[in-house]
């Protein structure tokens, strides 16, 4: 399978990762990037490969799937803390 680049103008990129737990004892894994974000023809797609599987598994732990991906990508996995 072909590889490619994600960023815009085929260079480097930056990538955040963020964990943050609320007072609530809700844990938000925030993962951002800076390309050039999923086109709507490639969404359809994705529901058909890996995400399915995170979609299946944030649902089986009663936490909560967001996706943004107008400009870059922001993937949110909301999750109860277990303690």
């Given at each position: 399978?072909?590889?490619?680049?994600?960023?815009?103008?085929?260079g480097g990129g930056k990538i955040?990762?963020?964990?943050v737990r609320s007072e609530s004892d809700w844990a938000t894994l925030i993962v951002r990037d800076d390309g050039a974000?999923?086109?709507a023809s490639a969404k359809q797609i994705s529901q058909r490969n890996g995400l399915s599987l995170v979609r299946r598994l944030v649902k089986q732990a009663k936490g909560v799937l967001d996706v943004d991906a107008e400009s870059g990508?922001?993937?949110?996995?909301?999750l109860p803390v277990v303690t």
């Open positions: 399978m072909p590889t490619s680049t994600p960023f815009r103008g085929g955040e990762v963020t964990l974000g999923i086109p990508t922001v993937w949110r996995i909301t």
